[in-house]
């Protein structure tokens, strides 16, 4: 369970989370949505411990976070962007993980989920922006944590890949997993999410269910209710 | 925070600029001993190159670290380790790396030479500790403006600018304000504002050691004076410590706050 009480954050001038309180509860997909620069990879960075908001408290699973580390061992962080160290291969890179953490990883299942195979001695710096992603991936779920913190888990995937990370996520959520996800692919939204947070201009502007939203903007799908929230306030 | 300093020495080490760095020195120690023919003499030209050198490769390659290793910096932060670790790891392992290529391409070549055999020792040994510090003062000082300024190219301006300040720039302004007051007794200020520049300091540390009054100049007279030889070096020495000290701290606290 993840409990964020009057989150504030500014860079210089620009107030990017402006007061936001959000309870995630244990079990389920939660997708956080909004647009650009509304403040989620912010939300989501000051839950990791990466941004250091101004005021306001965070609890993961009961514990404040603030000035802590050990609680991220409770939370696998998929990055927006895939970007690795290019020198070493994929090989090494999954034993530093590996190493750091010192938790036991299923890494060799996923590598085979992801046909990544035979890319294993590459060389980060010389993979495709996909193939960097699937790595990205296999970093992100080979650990069984309670949280997962997922920023644009879909960005360059193939439609094979893509079907492949959708069962993961299905898994996972079986296994009574906390999965926190910002994408702005819709669909995916509307195939994985059981519940919606979204941002708009550094605060939560609906929580609550995808046909809650729906029903909240008279829309019949979710691009339309959204572009129709976005309209209003624009 | 081992873990950590493992993954960047290593990283390091295989990076061609180590290579590059490993034998240049390697060349230079050859050079000189055979130009000079004699290790004490290639000790002192070596000084020179060390004093200017080692602090700009300390805040070229620091900086350039510090950018170039933001992506695995970021995959750390999100792991379950101390901010402290992370950056201190990373830290150590520059300083390390650069330090070694420094110890070795320049220990290879005197070795081969009998360096062991030789009165030179202590002060070569001396000469490599310098180096040492000047690389883990630059490296430090380098973290630090990496932390300040997450625009490359400031960063970068800002690297070379604080090494052409200490190395070239602040002797030049010393060396005027000697001169416009030289009516006045000038022996406090001088120590004063040797220990304010890493690099003067470990020139005065190696020519208090090598013990040639010569080339002493006047700071170094005036340490001298002031401390006499034994007492100067391990002042110079200890004011050195603190010169690596102080930028640590400050890369712990400034990696505390920082946004990622």
């Not at chain 1, 990205?136 to 888990?153: G, H, K, R, T």
């Not at chain 2, 401390?227 to 410590?241: P, R």
């Amino acid at each position: 369970m993840i409990e964020i009480k009057d989150l504030h954050k500014k860079f210089g001038r620009l107030q990017v989370l402006d007061g936001v309180s959000l309870q995630i509860a244990d079990q389920g997909i939660f997708a956080i949505l909004g647009p650009n620069g509304s403040g989620k990879t912010t939300l989501i960075k000051s839950i990791l411990g990466m941004v250091i908001p101004q005021k306001g408290e965070i609890y993961v699973n009961g514990q404040p976070v603030k000035g802590q580390w050990e609680y991220r061992r409770q939370i696998n962080y998929l990055p927006q962007i895939a970007r690795f160290p290019e020198n070493i291969s994929v090989t090494e890179l999954l034993q530093m993980i590996k190493n750091l953490r010192s938790q036991p990883a299923n890494d060799a299942e996923l590598i085979e989920l992801f046909g990544l195979q035979g890319h294993l001695h590459k060389k980060l710096g010389n993979l495709s922006g996909g193939t960097k992603q699937k790595v990205n991936i296999v970093l992100a779920f080979m650990f069984d944590s309670p949280i997962f913190i997922l920023d644009e888990p879909t960005t360059g995937l193939d439609p094979v890949s893509l079907l492949r990370l959708k069962d993961l996520l299905r898994k996972e959520k079986e296994a009574g997993k906390t999965i926190l996800i910002t994408t702005h692919i819709m669909d995916f939204v509307e195939t994985m999410a059981d519940e919606i947070v979204f941002l708009l201009e550094g605060n939560i502007y609906f929580k609550g269910t995808l046909d809650e939203l729906k029903k909240k903007s008279n829309q019949q799908d979710l691009e339309h209710a959204i572009a129709n929230i976005l309209a209003e306030n624009s | 925070m081992i873990k950590v300093l493992q993954y960047s020495f290593y990283d390091l080490i295989r990076s061609r600029w180590s290579y590059v760095y490993f034998l240049f020195y390697l060349v230079l120690g050859f050079a000189l001993l055979f130009l000079n023919n004699s290790i004490s003499k290639a000790v002192i030209t070596l000084m020179n190159v060390i004093v200017v050198l080692t602090p700009m490769i300390g805040t070229i390659f620091g900086i350039m670290y510090y950018y170039s290793s933001r992506e695995f910096t970021e995959l750390l932060l999100a792991q379950p380790l101390r901010r402290r670790t992370i950056f201190l790891g990373q830290y150590l392992g520059v300083a390390l790396s650069l330090t070694l290529s420094l110890v070795f391409g320049l220990g290879l070549p005197f070795a081969f030479y009998g360096l062991g055999q030789s009165a030179e020792m202590g002060n070569f040994a001396l000469l490599l500790l310098s180096g040492a510090f000047l690389t883990f003062i630059f490296v430090a000082l380098a973290f630090i403006i990496g932390l300040r300024n997450d625009n490359r190219i400031k960063g970068f301006s800002y690297a070379i600018l604080i090494w052409l300040l200490l190395a070239v720039i602040y002797d030049g302004i010393f060396l005027i304000s000697l001169i416009i007051f030289e009516d006045y007794p000038l022996d406090k200020f001088t120590l004063i504002a040797t220990m304010f520049n890493p690099i003067d300091l470990s020139r005065i540390l190696i020519l208090l050691k090598l013990d040639i009054s010569a080339l002493l100049g006047y700071t170094g007279a005036i340490f001298q004076k002031f401390f006499g030889t034994q007492t100067g070096l391990f002042t110079s020495l200890g004011v050195l410590i603190v010169w690596t000290l102080v930028p640590v701290y400050f890369i712990v606290r400034l990696a505390r706050k920082k946004d990622f």
